[in-house]
């Protein structure tokens, strides 16, 4: 059994480095997603209300990718 000892080490420091690696990445913190946002119409240049979806001044349809 001694001789085994450092083999031993070896596999129980693997195994107790997978499971806090396993619980890091369930906890990690997830990043809310960012909603894009045009503050002005790329047709006209027009200042655009939230969430428009055809520009007010133009007409254009407004796209958000």
Do not use: D, H, S
């Not at 059994?1 to 499971?19: E, R």
């Not at 045009?38 to 979806?53: D, E, H, Q, V």
């Amino acid at each position: 059994i001694a001789a085994n000892a450092p083999i031993l080490c070896l596999i129980m420091y693997g195994i107790v480095t997978l499971l806090i690696a396993r619980l890091a990445y369930k906890r990690r913190i997830k990043p809310k997603p960012v909603k894009l946002e045009l503050l002005f119409c790329p047709y006209c240049g027009a200042r655009l209300p939230r969430g428009a979806l055809y520009c007010p001044y133009c007409g254009r349809r407004i796209q958000y990718y």
